[in-house]
């Protein structure tokens, strides 16, 4: 066993080992320190384990890390607590189909309720309440099968993780227009009289769930190693072609453990609900914990990701009690960054990729789309842009404020479109790296006194240092994996950095700076500026934007004509291949993760320049998440995919002009971007950008068919002849 | 004693719309031994894909068993009628013990794993080794045993003799014999080993670029050796066949 270890594998279970020694010899000197609050973590630990087997269930039904897991249990967690506490049903959002008609003649028809009465206006019984919350999990399993996963069974990984972000998107946000964002309060489940064991007071409730957690763990094992089903699904996991052969349904079976896994999230979120409360967030960000310990296991060892998440929570709760304990710790979130280096560990002693799943063929990547610039398309960029100068500069307030928010949304989708669209690979931590160069400059900058000139480069250099530095793993692990480090990264930095006070973090409960100045010329959004009335933001700001912004999109498209940017294509499409042709795998992925940490810096620094306080929530994981939703719904491996998702960012000029002119999407906007991202990735994964391409294409060979013309192939489309 | 287990009728079958096999005729009896014969890229393999469901059927008709070959999607429900297909890679899953390949032979039931050891002794010392770890001789073992072990009334090999070397695919060979007298099953193998596969063999049909190239016994076959080699040549005086 030891033998079959690298190097580096053995180094780290020698240091596991010996941490384990000294915490041992501690625990018997000093329990009341050292033993006694990792008991108290066997709570967090039994909710972290639950997630983990149903994270392992999943990926085992269908090679999807399934980031929508924790949005399942919150969602069906809500279903049960408003069944019990007054017997309403949810529905989710629908769209009214007669509202365009209502909006015309100004007169109320048919509204689509918010939620069915099934207790006949009384609390319902909480076993009937359970047991319906439990159907939803069903339909939501089955639904992320047949709709969802199935479709993409043979898609590239990129596809199946921006779909299951899509679906964390749209439960939770789901859930927030349906019960607010408040926490909920259920009654408890499991007799919870306080207990003492081995010196600690703790609530009887957690050992039950803790024996639950265990009881289903070596179910699950059973089921998977002794009947035919688990052994079927297993060999469906490794080669679906050959199950099919030996006459097993693998779909069938995929199906089944999709509704497993989800009914297992919704379980174990109702049992955790009266323990702590729920908030729309709270299964999503332990999610991160249950992907380390999933992980663990190799997302295929029930037992270990069970055994790996229990171990977390009491590490947890020890860590708690020990950042008070020792004072000379600096003041940095790192129990919070725990997941980060459980996942960084798991990736060292773990080192082999994930199994994965023998398909009939490999889907296909979105295409990177390069057309040649010919007179009529440079014509074409040229009004585009003279267009936008005119809105950004001259005209009103709200227009202007639009469109500095759709150019930073460019920038910002521009550093996926290098990172994943043309290298392939997938980056959820892209806002902290934004954050980094946002907290950068306010403390260079206002803090520290330094020039612009000074203070900007320096917080976008370290923005591109944590860029690089957190890519690192990049050069060990690819795909799914991937994405989960970059997420546990996104994590670290936040926890670590942005949600404290101090120098890099918050001056108090905000974080300053000062608008953007040069030679004591000031362009912030704030600043007067010569024509232009004094709402914000006032032209100045939105020219400096601007310029930025071009320069951008024109260094992007340089790229992608390069060497550079072929070679980052080659590496895309096989890594051995582009190796064998003599690419440089890891210097091209770290070239790219340093110009995409560049332009995610950049949209930082503007994000700072725009907002001047700001406070963690812009940079968390759920804004990288949402940046890379509105990325690939654009487009993702094209600048004018990152163009298109610029539009559609949060406040942009295209949903402050649908609120004028169409409807307001504004509550509903995480929503209906989460609807579309999943639609995007099963029908169409070149976004919106690809397909508004192929739409002309076909105009254009339409034209041409009615002059007599025969139809052009797509190369010379591509021409743009 | 003869029945048709499997009939193919003027067949067009390919890939993205495009045929690669044309009009295709053949069939297979119960208790008779098969050969599909022809060079790299002849549609063999296609063929056999195609009856286990997972082709393009672009005209003409497969029917086994007196029922017409379902869907893709209904693809899984060929086995457990009796159509066994052990592919060219040998549809071993590595991750899986050799005992859990053997029991997964049949969708339901019990399996008699011991009925795949008396064929193949060695498997007996291999049931808790992990399938990955198995020689490619063991592996070939493995699938033949499995496919045994899972009654079928017509068993497809596909390219038994691939990467083993001689004096392992010539016991493995007789082994399909065996199969085709004792059971009664229809067995269609695939094989670019022309006299290895005619020593087993009843009757055999020879495919040259997607076409029937020439049919017969295996008798007739040895005796037109001529023509043989020509279709496997590509020499184009077949075209009068």
């Known amino acids: 066993m030891l033998q079959s270890l690298s190097r580096a594998q053995r180094v780290g279970v020698a240091l596991g080992g010996l941490l384990a020694l000294v915490w041992l010899i501690a625990a018997f000197v000093d329990p009341a320190v050292y033993f006694q609050p990792s008991v108290l973590g066997l709570g967090t630990g039994a909710i972290i384990a639950a997630m983990a087997i149903g994270l392992v269930v999943a990926y085992r039904a269908s090679g999807v890390i399934n980031f929508g897991h924790g949005a399942i249990a919150t969602y069906v967690t809500y279903v049960y607590i408003s069944l019990f506490d007054d017997g309403m049903y949810p529905i989710p959002p629908l769209p009214n189909p007669v509202a365009p008609i209502e909006g015309l003649f100004d007169v ?60 964390m998107l749209f439960l939770q946000a789901a859930v927030v227009l349906r019960f607010g964002a408040r926490a909920k309060q259920a009654d408890p489940i499991f007799p919870n009289d306080p207990v003492d064991v081995a010196g600690v007071r703790i609530n009887e409730d957690r050992f039950w769930l803790l024996g639950t957690v265990i009881l289903i763990t070596v179910a699950l094992w059973a089921l998977f190693k002794f009947t035919k089903f688990g052994v079927a699904t297993r060999a469906a996991a490794e080669n679906e072609q050959f199950a099919t052969l030996l006459g097993f349904n693998a779909d069938f079976q995929a199906g089944v453990s999709w509704v497993l896994a989800s009914v297992l999230a919704g379980l174990f979120g109702i049992l955790v609900a009266p323990i702590t409360g729920v908030t729309p967030l709270l299964f999503t960000v332990l999610l991160i914990s249950s992907l380390g310990a999933a992980l663990l296991g190799r997302m295929s060892s029930f037992v270990i990701a069970a055994a790996a998440g229990i171990a977390l929570g009491m590490l947890d709760g020890q860590l708690f009690r020990v950042e008070f304990e020792w004072d000379w710790l600096p003041n ?15 990736m060292v002693i773990r080192g082999e990729s994930l199994p994965s799943r023998g398909a009939l063929v490999e889907g296909r990547l979105p295409e990177a789309f390069a057309p040649v610039i010919t007179r009529w398309r440079a014509s074409g ?39 994943t669209g043309y290298v392939g690979q997938i980056s959820l931590m892209q806002m902290a790296i934004a954050g980094v160069a946002a907290f950068g400059v306010g403390s260079f900058g206002t803090s520290a006194g330094m020039p612009m000139l000074v203070a900007m480069p320096l917080a976008i250099l370290c923005g591109i240092g944590f860029g690089l530095v957190a890519a690192l793993p990049s050069l060990r692990t690819r795909g799914a994996s991937l994405a989960i480090v970059t997420l546990a990264s996104g994590l670290a930095i936040e926890e670590i950095f942005f949600n404290r006070t101090g120098w890099f973090g918050l001056d108090r409960s905000s974080k300053n700076s000062d608008p953007p100045e040069i030679f004591g010329f000031d362009f912030g959004p704030t600043s ?156 169409n994964n070149e976004g919106i950008d690809g397909f508004q391409r192929k739409q002309f294409h076909q105009v254009v060979n339409w034209v041409r068919s009615k002059m007599g013309l025969g139809p052009l192939d797509p190369a010379a489309l591509r021409a743009g002849q | 004693m ?54 393009q059927v672009l005209g003409g008709s497969v029917e086994v068993l007196g029922r017409s070959v379902p869907r893709l999607r209904q693809a899984h429900k060929l086995a457990r009628w ?50 990955g770890l198995l020689s490619g001789g063991e592996q070939q073992m493995l699938a033949i045993g499995r496919a045994i072990i899972a009654e079928p009334k017509l068993l497809m090999v596909d390219e038994m003799s691939l990467g083993l070397a001689p004096v392992i695919y010539e016991n493995l060979m007789p082994v399909v014999r065996r199969i085709a007298d004792e059971t009664n099953a229809a067995v269609l193998i695939v094989e670019q080993h022309v006299d290895l596969a005619l020593e087993v063999a009843d009757r055999a049909y020879v495919l040259s670029h997607g076409d029937l190239a020439m049919s017969g016994t295996s008798a007739e076959l040895m005796n037109n050796r001529a023509l043989l080699d020509a279709s496997y040549l590509g020499v184009e005086t077949l075209d009068e066949e």
């Open chain 1, 108 to 167: 109320e028809i048919f509204d689509i309720p918010t939620m069915v009465d099934l207790g006949g206006g009384a609390p319902m019984a909480k076993g009937w309440a359970m047991l319906i919350a439990l159907l939803t999990a069903a339909l939501l399993g089955l639904i992320a099968h047949y709709a969802v996963f199935r479709p993409l069974r043979y898609a590239p990984v990129l596809a199946k993780v921006v779909a299951s972000v899509g679906i």
């Open chain 1, 528 to 683: 007067d500026f010569f024509f232009s009335d004094d709402k914000i933001p006032t032209a100045g700001f939105g020219i400096f934007v601007f310029v930025l912004t071009a320069a951008c999109c024109l260094a992007v498209m340089r790229l992608r004509r390069s060497r550079l940017g072929e070679q980052m294509l080659a590496v895309r499409v096989n890594e051995r291949a582009a190796a064998a042709a003599g690419v440089n795998v890891a210097s091209i992925k770290l070239a790219a993760f340093g110009i995409s940490s560049f332009f995610a810096a950049l949209g930082g620094v503007l994000t700072a320049y725009k907002l001047g306080s700001y406070g963690p929530d812009s940079f968390g994981i759920f804004a990288s998440l949402t940046a890379l939703a509105f990325a690939y719904l654009g487009g993702i491996s094209t600048i004018g995919g990152a163009v298109t998702a610029g539009t559609l960012y949060a406040s942009g000029i295209g949903i402050v002009l649908s609120d004028e002119y169409l409807f307001d999407i504004g509550p509903y906007t995480a929503y209906v971007a989460g609807f579309f991202l999943v639609a995007t990735a099963v029908f």
């Open chain 2, 2 to 55: 003869s029945d048709r287990v499997l009939t193919i009728t003027d067949l067009d079958t390919g890939y993205d719309g495009v045929a690669v096999v044309r009009g295709l005729s053949m069939h297979v009896d119960a208790g008779e031994v098969v050969a599909l014969l022809g060079p790299n890229g002849a549609g063999k393999t296609t063929t056999l894909t195609t009856i286990s469901g997972m082709g």
């Open chain 1, 332 to 346: 940095v979130g790192i129990r919070r960054a725990l997941p980060f280096v459980v996942i960084a560990l798991a």
């Open chain 2, 82 to 131: 009796g159509v066994i297909h052990v592919p060219e890679n040998r549809g071993i899953l590595f991750q899986l013990t050799v005992r859990e390949n053997l029991e997964l032979a049949k969708t339901r039931g019990k399996v008699d794993v011991d009925r795949a050891v008396s064929f193949f002794p060695a498997l007996g010392q291999l049931m808790t080794r992990r399938a």
């Open chain 1, 381 to 419: 960029y040229a009004l585009l842009m003279i267009v936008s100068f005119a809105l950004t500069v001259f005209a009103p307030f709200q227009y202007r404020a639009a469109m500095t928010n759709s150019m930073i949304g460019v920038i910002l989708a521009l550093s996926f479109v290098v990172v």
